[in-house]
């Protein structure tokens, strides 16, 4: 389903795919507790604040997704290839200088930041072949 050029559908499978992505780093295959002390962050924390943010979270990948699947329009990207490599250029042009702002100009380590990077390249590469080589 297209409207205004854009495969919702896709874009929205490319959505939950980074949603998934996330929750298979961060709830599986790293320990809650490794992340949150290398963010400096207690589980006390967590539980207030943290947890009271969660209802937002899915803004994200959706944001990541439908912002990609626009570019891609935009620029004629299509194909598996072509969509992984535009998406890690978004991935390291903008996305992860983003987040490393929080670590250069905040005072935690960058243990949970390259969990972070990680996350995004990830979720971005397979983001953007989801977008691009959907029919």
């Known amino acids: 389903m297209r409207i ?12 939950i795919a980074i ?5 298979l ?5 790293i320990d809650p507790q490794d992340w949150m002390e290398g963010a400096g962050i207690t589980q006390e924390q967590m539980d207030t604040i943290g947890m009271a943010r969660m ?5 994200m990948p959706l944001m990541t997704a439908f912002g990609m699947a626009l570019l891609f329009k935009w620029g004629g990207v299509s194909g598996l290839g072509n969509g992984v490599k535009w998406a890690l ?3 390291f042009l ?3 200088p983003t987040l490393l702002y929080g670590w250069v100009y905040g005072v935690g380590p960058f243990h949970a930041t390259l969990i972070d990077i ?3 390249a ?3 590469g397979v983001a953007g072949a989801i977008l691009a080589s959907w029919k």
Not at 19 to 23: K, R, T
Not at 25 to 29: A, D, E, H, Q, S
Not at 55 to 59: A, E, R, V
């Open 4 to 15: 205004c050029g854009i495969n919702w559908v896709a874009a929205l499978v490319a959505a």
């Open 19 to 23: 949603y998934f992505i996330g929750f």
């Open 25 to 29: 780093i961060y709830g599986v295959i």
């Open 55 to 59: 209802p937002f979270s899915p803004i």
């Open 89 to 91: 250029l978004i991935a």
């Open 94 to 96: 903008s996305a992860i």
């Open 118 to 120: 990680v996350h995004l």
């Open 122 to 124: 990830i979720g971005h």
